[in-house]
């Protein structure tokens, strides 16, 4: 195990350098270990196989401040795949007892500021907390192109796209717009999904999926807990960012700032026909079957018996999640 500490008693005193020590063609699991401390560095690994375990979750901070209108020298804006606190695109990586955080503040002054940008297959997340405002937390891949413009920019603009299983399991994650948005299969267990207080009429989407196109999963929700500190029914649960999109809430908790119609289409009329937004048990203020948008679903109890992590995260290979 590889140990980081500011006050100089471990191996190395920030986490990029303990990251670059190992060779990019690793085969074996690598644990770092990190105390205590707040470690103002934005990380990228492209390095299989790496498990960063903090001391403590609130005392074990990860952050930077990039964001999208922030500019390179050469006078090109950063836009938001460039924001990213830490990047992973590298298969088999695992987080635990760790904070990522994008400081750069409000979207409506910064733009885009992503804290956790992930690419790769099978990356876990327990017990972490993922804190920022709009697009707090990238599920890549991306999409097969943009909406607008050539290009997306960022790490993997161009390169080939990797869809991945991801799990967030006993995790905080807070933003206020498309806060968790992207292509992957992910899960999230008995996580907190905190939705911020803009001051809006509309304070903001939780998920903004981009489900690749013939996936059957996308984003399932399963015991999570979503609060907030917005006024009463200002907060969507997701919107397409592209029509393809799914995700499906599961015994989950919604705070009376989830809108009564749940879902929002983007304003597109194609996403409402193909797109796949779901619930089965939602309970709490916000929950309520009978105005939800009409093109949305509530799951029988036979189909929400597809759910299960082990149908999610099917594959040709063995993935443990709960190590």
Not at 59 to 83: C, P, Q, V
Not at 226 to 246: F, H, I
Not at 260 to 277: I, L, N, R, V
């Amino acid at each position: 195990m590889i140990t980081i500490s500011k006050d100089g008693t471990g191996d190395y005193n920030n986490i990029n350098d303990a990251i670059n020590s190992i060779p990019k063609d690793n085969k074996s699991l690598i644990e770092i270990f990190i105390k205590k401390g707040i470690y103002k560095e934005k990380i990228f690994i492209d390095t299989p196989f790496l498990t960063l375990i903090g001391e403590d979750p609130k005392e074990t901070i990860i952050t930077y401040d990039d964001y999208a209108k922030k500019t390179f020298s050469t006078g090109e804006a950063y836009r938001t795949f460039n924001t990213y606190t830490i990047f992973i695109g590298a298969h088999n990586f695992t987080a635990r007892n760790l904070t990522f955080e994008n400081s750069a503040g409000s979207g409506d002054v910064v733009g885009q500021a992503v804290a956790v940008y992930v690419e790769g297959d099978k990356a876990k997340f327990k017990n972490c907390k993922l804190l920022g405002n709009q697009d707090t937390l990238f599920t890549g891949p991306l999409p097969p192109k943009p909406i607008e413009g050539n290009n997306f920019g960022g790490p993997m603009d161009g390169k080939p796209r990797i869809v991945g299983r991801q799990y967030y399991e006993d995790c905080y994650i807070e933003g206020d717009i498309d806060f968790i948005f992207g292509s992957a299969t992910a899960v999230f267990n008995r996580c907190e999904i905190f939705s911020k207080d803009k001051q809006s009429k509309i304070n903001g989407y939780v998920s903004a999926a981009s489900t690749v196109e013939g996936k059957e999963f996308g984003y399932v929700f399963i015991d999570c807990k979503l609060t907030s500190d917005a006024p009463k029914e200002t907060v969507y649960l997701g919107r397409p960012w592209r029509n393809y999109a799914k995700t499906v809430f599961i015994n989950c908790y919604l705070g009376e700032h989830i809108c009564k119609e749940g879902w929002h289409s983007w304003d597109k009329p194609t996403a409402e026909k193909e797109a796949f937004y779901a619930e089965y048990n939602s309970y709490g203020p916000g929950a309520s079957n009978e105005t939800r948008a009409p093109w949305c679903h509530i799951l029988s109890e036979d189909e929400v018996k597809k759910y299960l992590l082990s149908n999610i995260f099917k594959g040709n290979d063995s993935w443990n999640i709960y190590d």
